[in-house]
Each structure stands twice: as structure tokens, then as C-alpha cells.
């Protein structure tokens, strides 16, 4: 190592600042992070911020300090067999990287439970732990609340002979779930309701998804975590602002055993603020609510703020980083307005998704001057001028065309310049035409419109001596493609969803967060399209093929994100 401080790394927050003193101060020579997930659940946006904060310190002080032997693990914390899945565990390590990181080592909590075996056993020897025979009820009466100081467990006392005793045969399988518990000796009056002798370990007769029937005991994450972080050598133990009361408990479990155990690294933890977004919810009993209801469809539905359902709506990975990014990292819990997520999805798929037209809800326009049976094929740029990129297809313009139904008003207002009876538009990369007539049905319902064509105006030219305004898109009425178009909006209509512990937040779910457009009519060049491929709808928004139901000649496209915040008029009106 070099005897000069090393560069602080840019952007600066706390957390950096705190890594760049001890790099300064050489109480560390490298950085390890880590990112624990428990593999209970699906990812959601708010684990993202702690991916890219964990995998991004990693990969920034891995530039910084060279050969240092800098990392970040990924660690799932396996120590509630009731709970978990390797279903989760793949999910959770395809979002890890679909986000763009990759982990410099892979472990489980459950590969190191014969050591915090050990280590219990040595808690016990120390005085510092014991097999309690309380209830659950009776252990949460006695102790106490944040007025009144807990009391004693009768069985703190147990001699270490028999407190040896019961462990083992706890591991052998000799009592029921809840029969007995491990808890650590500490201060039953102290202020921190989590430091009053907390349980470290509990009797679960499941099957573990790593270790099978090797287990009937396992320890609690309080005591699994600090424990697997100073196995591994983590230096910055780092988590959001709930587990601020459980620092106390981290530090008194590795004080209590570095000594014995002679961890590679001494840990701390550090809590900053997790990422809350509005008209979401994002706590996993939520959510789990959500699916489990049939409220949505699935883990992967795209309006839910999981990273699979935000992958299958056809966010980019680059916008979740840049928006984590900009969010910073603070350590006061806020909520951030969803419209920001939504800036950093439009300016990522500005330089992306090429324009095309589509028409959501068709409205036949028949051309009367122009020929039938003849077809124009138009140039038409996949790319506006202020991206620099090349690439054009051919549109085919016909004698009937489709527009969108709110592109034409029969009696329009001052201001409407798309079309009406006797006003002129630009259709898109082709003509000006004129409403000339409408038909309509027998509830007067518009189902048609006749127009003409100016003849004189080539396409792409301005006539002289008169102003067009409105520009509308349009697809050619017989070579087009058909799709069904999802139409996704916020979750919640309500901004700050009521989060007591039953189900109100249910009430405020928003019944117009899907609609689903079925007829809906694509150019030509969008038959070929892949599930998978993003385009902006000119005028509608940004899409993508959906990756699981989309096929060819039976194209689903999910809505992105509009091209304007459409939300916030909506909801002040």
C-alpha cells in the first residue's frame, strides 16, 4: 500500500466520507460491502438503491485502490427456513444482474452455521447466553415496553452444564418448536427494547433449502448477520435506517466473540435512508398481499415497484441506476416523487427507443381524391434531429387510413388543432388532408371520416401563404399490424397509501392502473419486432414488446411511460 491517502471518491455522501477517513486513518487497507438479501421475496425498487450503493462502492474503491482485493458479496441470509426459496434466490440474483453488477463472491448465513454453533456454545461458557423455557407470549411479557423495564427470566440462571446440555439436545431434535430458546444474557432494563436478552437462536423442525434435515435449530438474523459479515471480512456493514436499533446488538455480538472467533475484519455497521416512492407500497407483507389477492398478476406484474415487474414494463436498467443516483443517500427517511423515476425512463429511452407510429383506438379516414389500389411508400426517420442516430423505414400510405379517435372532434374548440369538419392537418411524414364529411352510425356516433388531400403540396413541404398547425400520426388501413397495447399507470391512487397493519391500503388501489387496448393498429416495419424491443409511439409514449406474451402476428406491447407527466394533470383535474 502506498503511505499517501487515496483519492476520495466522487460523488461524496456520508457513507463515502466515513470509508475515506478509515482508508485515511488505515483502519481498513480495502472496502468490502455486501448486499444480504433474505430470499423471501421478490426485489423491489428499494433494494436497487442498495444494490447500486453496495455493488457501486465496490466498483468505484476497487478503481481507486487497486489490487486491494476490494469486493462486494452477495449473501443471502437463509436463517428462516419457513420463508425462503431458491425460486427467490434466482430472482433475486437475475436483478442483481439485470442492474448491471456482478458479485465478487457468493454466499448463504447457511454456510456458516456450524460455526455460530460454536459460537453459541461459547456465549454459553461465557456466561453470556442461555436456554430460556418461556413461551413466546410469556417471553414478550416479560419484557417489558419502552416505560417499563423487562424482567427476569426464570431460567436465566441455569448453570452452564445445563445450559450446554439443553443446546445440544435443541440440535439433536429432542424438543418441539417453542419448547426452548437461546437468548443472549444482557440488560433486561436496558433503554433499547432489542438489547433485553434478545433471542439467538429458536427450534424450527423444517427443511432448509440449502441444508436440508441437517438443522432443527436456527439463529435469528440478529445474530447470523454481524456474524457472517466478520466471517467474510466485510469493513462497511451497510443497511437502511430500520435496523438502527439493531447496531447495539450487531456490535455486542462481534465484541462478545472477536476474541475467541478471531474475525479477518471488524465490521460496523452504518443505516442510511431507504428509497420510499409515492402511490406505491413497498414492504414485502404489502406486496405479498397484492399477489397473493390476485389484486395483480404476479411478482413480475408491471405495476408493482418489484424489479422483475419493472424489467417486464420495459424500464432499462440504466434509468433505475441514474434515478438511485439522483435520489443520494441520505440519513433521513423522505418519499420521492414517482415523476422522478419517470424523468430518468424518458431520458434514457429518448437515445434509445426509435419512433414509430401506432394507433391506440382506430378511426377510418378514407382519402376521396387519392386512388384506390395505389400505394405510396414514405420515407420516415426512426430518430428525431436532436439524436444522433441514423436509420429510416418505409410507411405505406394508402387511400384508408386509421387515426385516432381523439385526434378528431366534430365540434372542436377554439384552440384544437387536430382535425374537424373543414379543418386542415399534417398527417405524419405525408400529406395535408381536409375533413370533407363524416359518417355516422345510428347513435350518432362518428365511424368514418371522408377528407381530401392537397394534391398541390408534396410531402414534407409547407404551403405557401397558409399556416398548418396540428400534426397527427396515422397507420395505412390495409397494411398494418394488429396489437394488444396494456396501458399501465400508477399502482395507488392515493400518494401516501395509510400503512396500519390491516388491509385499508388495499381501498386505495387504482381500478384504472391496467387498460387493456385490444385492435389496436401498428405500422408495417413493427411485424418483425422481437418481445423485448422498445419504440416511442410517436405522440403516445414509450413501449415494449412484452417479453412473455408477445408473439409474432400476435404482438402485446406494454406502456413504459408517457412522453408527459399525463399523471399529475390527470389528478388535478
Same mark, same amino acid.
Given at each position: 500500500?502506498?503511505?499517501?491517502?487515496?483519492?476520495?471518491?466522487?460523488?461524496?455522501?456520508?457513507?463515502?466520507?466515513?470509508?475515506?477517513?478509515?482508508?485515511?486513518?488505515?483502519?481498513?487497507?480495502?472496502?468490502?460491502?455486501?448486499?444480504?438479501?433474505?430470499?423471501?421475496?421478490?426485489?423491489?425498487?428499494?433494494?436497487?438503491?442498495?444494490?447500486?450503493?453496495?455493488?457501486?462502492?465496490?466498483?468505484?474503491?476497487?478503481e481507486t485502490l487497486p489490487n486491494s482485493g476490494t469486493r462486494c458479496h452477495l449473501r443471502f441470509d437463509d436463517t428462516d427456513p419457513v420463508k425462503?426459496?431458491?425460486? =427467490?434466490?434466482?430472482?433475486?440474483?437475475?436483478?442483481?444482474?439485470?442492474? *448491471?453488477?456482478?458479485?465478487?463472491?457468493?454466499?448463504?448465513?447457511?454456510?456458516?452455521f456450524e460455526k455460530m454453533y460454536e459460537y453459541g456454545e461459547h456465549l454459553i461458557k461465557s456466561g453470556k447466553a442461555y436456554v430460556c423455557s418461556?413461551?413466546?407470549?410469556?417471553?414478550?411479557?416479560?419484557?417489558?415496553?419502552?416505560?417499563?423495564?423487562?424482567?427476569?427470566?426464570?431460567?436465566?440462571?441455569?448453570?452452564?452444564?445445563?445450559?450446554?446440555?439443553?443446546?445440544?439436545? #435443541?440440535?439433536?431434535?429432542?424438543?418441539?418448536?417453542?419448547?426452548?430458546?437461546?437468548?443472549?444474557?444482557?440488560?433486561?432494563?436496558?433503554?433499547?427494547?432489542?438489547?433485553?436478552?434478545?433471542?439467538?437462536?429458536?427450534?424450527?423442525?423444517?427443511?432448509?433449502?440449502?441444508? *436440508?434435515?441437517?438443522?432443527?435449530?436456527?439463529? #435469528?438474523?440478529?445474530?447470523?448477520?454481524?456474524?457472517?459479515?466478520?466471517?467474510?471480512?466485510?469493513?462497511?456493514?451497510?443497511?437502511?435506517?430500520?435496523?438502527?436499533?439493531?447496531?447495539?446488538?450487531?456490535?455486542?455480538?462481534?465484541?462478545?466473540?472477536?476474541?475467541?472467533?478471531? =474475525?479477518?475484519?471488524?465490521?460496523?455497521?452504518?443505516?442510511?435512508?431507504?428509497?420510499?416512492?409515492?402511490?406505491?407500497?413497498?414492504?414485502?407483507?404489502?406486496?405479498?398481499?397484492?399477489?397473493?389477492?390476485?389484486?395483480?398478476? *404476479?411478482?413480475?406484474?408491471?405495476?408493482?415497484?418489484?424489479?422483475?415487474?419493472?424489467?417486464?414494463?420495459?424500464?432499462?436498467?440504466?434509468?433505475?441506476?441514474?434515478?438511485?443516483?439522483?435520489?443520494?443517500?441520505?440519513?433521513?427517511?423522505?418519499?420521492?416523487?414517482?415523476?422522478?423515476?419517470?424523468?430518468?425512463?424518458?431520458?434514457?429511452?429518448?437515445?434509445?427507443?426509435?419512433?414509430? #407510429?401506432?394507433?391506440?383506438?382506430?378511426?377510418?379516414?378514407?382519402?376521396?381524391?387519392?386512388?384506390?389500389?395505389?400505394?405510396?411508400?414514405?420515407?420516415?426517420?426512426?430518430?428525431?434531429?436532436?439524436?444522433?442516430?441514423?436509420?429510416?423505414?418505409?410507411?405505406? =400510405?394508402?387511400?384508408?387510413?386509421?387515426?385516432?379517435?381523439?385526434?378528431?372532434?366534430?365540434?372542436?374548440?377554439?384552440?384544437?388543432?387536430?382535425?374537424?369538419?373543414?379543418?386542415?392537418?399534417?398527417?405524419?411524414?405525408?400529406?395535408?388532408?381536409?375533413?370533407?364529411?363524416?359518417?355516422?352510425?345510428?347513435?350518432?356516433?362518428?365511424?368514418?371520416?371522408?377528407?381530401?388531400?392537397?394534391?398541390?403540396?408534396?410531402?414534407?413541404?409547407?404551403?405557401?401563404?397558409?399556416?398548418? /398547425?396540428?400534426?397527427?400520426?396515422?397507420?395505412?388501413?390495409?397494411?398494418?399490424?394488429?396489437?394488444?397495447?396494456?396501458?399501465?399507470?400508477?399502482?395507488?391512487?392515493?400518494?401516501?397509501?395509510?400503512?396500519?397493519?390491516?388491509?385499508?391500503?388495499?381501498? $386505495?388501489?387504482?381500478?384504472? $392502473?391496467?387498460?387493456?387496448?385490444?385492435?389496436?393498429?401498428?405500422?408495417?416495419?413493427?411485424?418483425?419486432?422481437?418481445?423485448?424491443?422498445? =419504440?416511442?409511439?410517436?405522440?403516445?409514449?414509450?413501449?415494449?414488446?412484452?417479453?412473455?406474451?408477445? /408473439?409474432?402476428?400476435?404482438?402485446?406491447?406494454?406502456?413504459?411511460?408517457?412522453?408527459?407527466?399525463?399523471?399529475?394533470?390527470?389528478?388535478?383535474?
Open positions: 500500500m502506498s503511505s499517501t491517502a487515496p483519492v476520495p471518491v466522487k460523488p461524496s455522501d456520508f457513507i463515502r466520507d466515513i470509508i475515506n477517513d478509515d482508508l485515511e486513518a488505515k483502519r481498513h487497507q480495502k472496502v468490502i460491502t455486501r448486499f444480504p438479501p433474505e430470499p423471501n421475496g421478490f426485489l423491489h425498487i428499494g433494494h436497487a438503491k442498495s444494490i447500486c450503493l453496495n455493488f457501486g462502492l465496490a466498483n468505484e474503491y476497487r425462503e426459496d431458491t425460486l =427467490f434466490e434466482e430472482g433475486i440474483q437475475a436483478d442483481v444482474r439485470w442492474l *448491471g453488477f456482478e458479485w465478487d463472491g457468493f454466499y448463504h448465513a447457511s454456510d456458516y418461556l413461551t413466546d407470549a410469556e417471553i414478550k411479557e416479560y419484557r417489558g415496553d419502552v416505560k417499563t423495564p423487562g424482567k427476569h427470566s426464570p431460567y436465566r440462571e441455569r448453570s452452564v452444564e445445563e445450559n450446554l446440555d439443553l443446546f445440544s439436545r #435443541m440440535r439433536k431434535g429432542e424438543f418441539k418448536d417453542g419448547e426452548h430458546v437461546l437468548r443472549a444474557k444482557i440488560d433486561m432494563a436496558n433503554a433499547n427494547m432489542k438489547m433485553r436478552d434478545p433471542m439467538l437462536y429458536r427450534i424450527r423442525h423444517t427443511k432448509h433449502h440449502m441444508t *436440508g434435515d441437517k438443522w432443527c435449530i436456527y439463529p #435469528m438474523y440478529d445474530y447470523a448477520h454481524p456474524i457472517s459479515d466478520a466471517i467474510e471480512g466485510i469493513t462497511h456493514s451497510i443497511c437502511t435506517l430500520e435496523f438502527e436499533n439493531n447496531r447495539e446488538l450487531y456490535d455486542w455480538v462481534i465484541d462478545n466473540l472477536i476474541e475467541y472467533a478471531k =474475525f479477518p475484519s471488524r465490521p460496523h455497521q452504518y443505516e442510511f435512508a431507504r428509497l420510499n416512492l409515492n402511490y406505491t407500497v413497498m414492504s414485502k407483507r404489502r406486496l405479498l398481499e397484492l399477489v397473493e389477492g390476485k389484486h395483480v398478476r *404476479g411478482w413480475d406484474d408491471p405495476r408493482l415497484p418489484t424489479i422483475a415487474g419493472m424489467r417486464r414494463r420495459g424500464i432499462t436498467p440504466e434509468s433505475i441506476r441514474n434515478f438511485c443516483a439522483s435520489v443520494g443517500i441520505a440519513k433521513a427517511n423522505s418519499t420521492v416523487d414517482m415523476n422522478q423515476l419517470d424523468f430518468f425512463i424518458r431520458d434514457d429511452l429518448n437515445q434509445k427507443a426509435p419512433r414509430v #407510429m401506432a394507433v391506440m383506438k382506430p378511426l377510418k379516414v378514407v382519402i376521396e381524391n387519392y386512388p384506390e389500389g395505389k400505394t405510396e411508400e414514405l420515407e420516415a426517420s426512426y430518430w428525431p434531429h436532436d439524436v444522433p442516430k441514423e436509420g429510416t423505414r418505409k410507411v405505406p =400510405f394508402t387511400r384508408e387510413l386509421y387515426i385516432e379517435q381523439d385526434d378528431f372532434m366534430l365540434e372542436p374548440s377554439k384552440d384544437y388543432f387536430r382535425l374537424a369538419p373543414g379543418k386542415e392537418v399534417r398527417l405524419r411524414y405525408a400529406y395535408l388532408i381536409t375533413c370533407t364529411d363524416v359518417v355516422k352510425d345510428a347513435s350518432g356516433n362518428v365511424t368514418e371520416i371522408r377528407a381530401r388531400y392537397d394534391e398541390e403540396v408534396k410531402v414534407g413541404e409547407n404551403p405557401v401563404g397558409r399556416k398548418v /398547425k396540428g400534426t397527427i400520426h396515422w397507420v395505412s388501413a390495409s397494411d398494418n399490424v394488429d396489437a394488444e397495447v396494456r396501458l399501465y399507470e400508477r399502482l395507488l391512487i392515493d400518494e401516501a397509501p395509510p400503512t396500519g397493519k390491516d388491509s385499508e391500503f388495499l381501498d $386505495a388501489i387504482n381500478p384504472n $392502473a391496467l387498460q387493456v387496448l385490444t385492435g389496436c393498429k401498428l405500422e408495417r416495419s413493427l411485424g418483425e419486432c422481437k418481445p423485448g424491443d422498445r =419504440f416511442q409511439f410517436e405522440r403516445q409514449g414509450y413501449f415494449i414488446a412484452d417479453e412473455k406474451d408477445s /408473439k409474432p402476428g400476435a404482438l402485446v406491447f406494454n406502456r413504459i411511460v408517457t412522453l408527459k407527466d399525463s399523471w399529475a394533470k390527470a389528478q388535478k383535474k
